[in-house]
């Protein structure tokens, strides 16, 4: 069954350090999206790209997230100079023209 | 603003017990309902869909349903492995296609 993947699965960093998430969604979707889940809480909504641009954003994807599908597989995540309050699971997601997301496993990223 | 609150936080069952989760929702236009699954760690697995009042959806020891103002997600006999947190989404018609979450419902079946 074809599946969201993400790399890495952890990533450790330092703040103010820039870090790129990865995502292969499933292959014949059109629709992208990154998700967060800070420890505890809630999973949140950052952003979804549609045709090569973003089609929608929440007020947490300010100016230091930005993403990329960069080739036909890959989707990425980059935080350009990460915070402690960055730490969280980020989730990629993908859907074909139906309105189901499929998830990703998740990289958890923790900013020191 | 859309809204997705679920209760109880938590469930602690016996394996056998049914019970049933509750997802309140306030949206401006619902699109679809969706119910996840996720285990510690991981991300969410897609469970069900619900996109009209009356509709319900089962699978194997779960049934999903829909009113206007609430879902509810039927466990029937649960067994061990249903532990997980149960998690509700609502897409708005609003929206491009972002899903707005509720906090989950935490389940322990025991044995």
């Known amino acids: 069954e074809p599946e969201v993947t993400q790399t890495p699965s952890h990533q450790v960093t330092q703040m103010g350090q820039e870090v790129i998430l990865r995502c292969v969604p499933i292959s014949n979707h059109l629709y992208f999206y990154w998700y967060r889940q800070i420890l505890g809480q809630k999973v949140e909504f950052l952003v979804s790209?549609?045709?090569?641009?973003?089609?929608?954003k929440s007020e947490i994807f300010d100016d230091q997230f930005s993403v990329e599908r960069p080739d036909g597989s890959n989707f990425t995540l980059k935080i350009r100079s990460t915070k402690l309050e960055d730490s969280a699971m980020y989730f990629c997601?993908?859907?074909?023209?139906?309105?189901?997301?499929?998830f990703g496993p998740g990289t958890r990223l923790l900013v020191l | 603003e859309d809204q997705v609150t679920q209760s109880p936080e938590a469930l602690r069952l016996q394996e056998g017990e049914s019970s049933s989760l509750n997802c309140s929702y306030t949206v401006s236009g619902l699109r679809g309902l969706f119910w996840y699954r996720q285990d510690p760690g991981k991300g969410p697995e897609f469970l069900f869909t619900l996109y009209s009042a009356g509709e319900e959806k089962e699978k194997e020891r779960l049934k999903a349903t829909l009113t206007k103002k609430e879902s509810f997600l039927h466990i029937t006999a649960p067994k061990p492995e249903d532990s997980a947190t149960y998690l509700c989404?609502?897409?708005?018609?609003?929206?491009?296609?972002?899903?707005?979450f509720g906090t989950g419902t935490r389940l322990l079946v025991s044995p």
């Open positions: 997601a993908s859907s074909d023209q139906q309105e189901t997301q499929y």
């Open positions: 989404a609502v897409q708005a018609y609003t929206g491009f296609q972002k899903l707005v």
């Open positions: 790209f549609y045709n090569n641009e973003i089609s929608e």
